[in-house]
T-cell receptor, first 109, second 113 residues
Framework: RKEVEQDPGPFNVPEGATVAFNCTYSNSASQSFFWYRQDCRKEPKLLMSVYSSGNEDGRFTAQLNRASQYISLLIRDSKLSDSATYLCVVNKGNTPLVFGKGTRLSVIA | DVKVTQSSRYLVKRTGEKVFLECVQDMDHENMFWYRQDPGLGLRLIYFSYDVKMKEKGDIPEGYSVSREKKERFSLILESASTNQTSMYLC????????????FGDGTRLSIL
């Protein structure tokens, strides 16, 4: 099983839709989880951390399911500007973060 | 706000040349990383450093070396550039706690001809 797995997409959704991505991880000892956003030909940027109890930042909600070893990102009321690749990131103890290959989202007018 | 600066946005070099990519950060972060990113392969870790003069191999160190003489600067060196090293190179930094997120520079798009 790969360390971090994501559906590559693309997810094509209309403006205003709600879309959710899941990401599974293999190391049950992982303690830190993040979602990054990467625009085409740009660097990844931290979108939000994922906390055990789940957390929300405006239209974005992140959740963690330790029992099933997955994290999720929910985007409500999608905007055209949300079009990007979303990277799931997990730590594995005292070593560098592990990045998923990303899920591509296209929001269509 | 964390500022991670990579020396060049675009770079074109020839096969066999020795290539230096520089990364400088202004937030006093202990950890620094070099990645390359290729279509369909995601981010791949080349080397990282948790302290000055310290370096660790990542997943794909072959053909590369690094230097960390000062805390704020982490250099990636392509000893003898080859065409398969054409890629987007990304530098990142983070605080010493391994649970902290990483912050990336703008990237260097390197072409080896």
């Amino acid at each position: 099983r790969k360390e971090v797995e994501q559906d590559p997409g693309p997810f094509n959704v209309p403006e205003g839709a709600t879309v959710a991505f899941n990401c599974t991880y293999s190391n049950s000892a992982s303690q830190s989880f993040f979602w990054y956003r990467q625009d085409c030909r740009k660097e990844p940027k931290l979108l939000m951390s994922v906390y055990s109890s789940g957390n929300e930042d405006g239209r974005f909600t992140a959740q963690l399911n330790r029992a099933s070893q997955y994290i999720s990102l929910l985007i409500r009321d999608s905007k055209l500007s949300d079009s990007a690749t979303y990277l799931c990131v997990v730590n594995k103890g005292n070593t560098p973060l592990v990045f998923g290959k990303g899920t591509r989202l296209s929001v269509i007018a | 706000d964390v500022k991670v600066t990579q020396s060049s946005r675009y770079l074109v070099k020839r096969t066999g040349e020795k290539v230096f990519l520089e990364c400088v950060q202004d937030m006093d972060h202990e950890n620094m990383f070099w990645y390359r990113q290729d279509p369909g392969l995601g981010l791949r870790l080349i080397y990282f450093s948790y302290d000055v003069k310290m370096k660790e191999k990542g997943d794909i160190p072959e053909g590369y070396s690094v230097s960390r003489e000062k805390k704020e600067r982490f250099s990636l060196i392509l000893e003898s550039a080859s065409t398969n090293q054409t890629s987007m190179y990304l530098c990142a930094t983070s605080q010493s706690n391994s649970n902290q997120p990483q912050h990336f520079g703008d990237g260097t798009r390197l072409s080896i001809l």
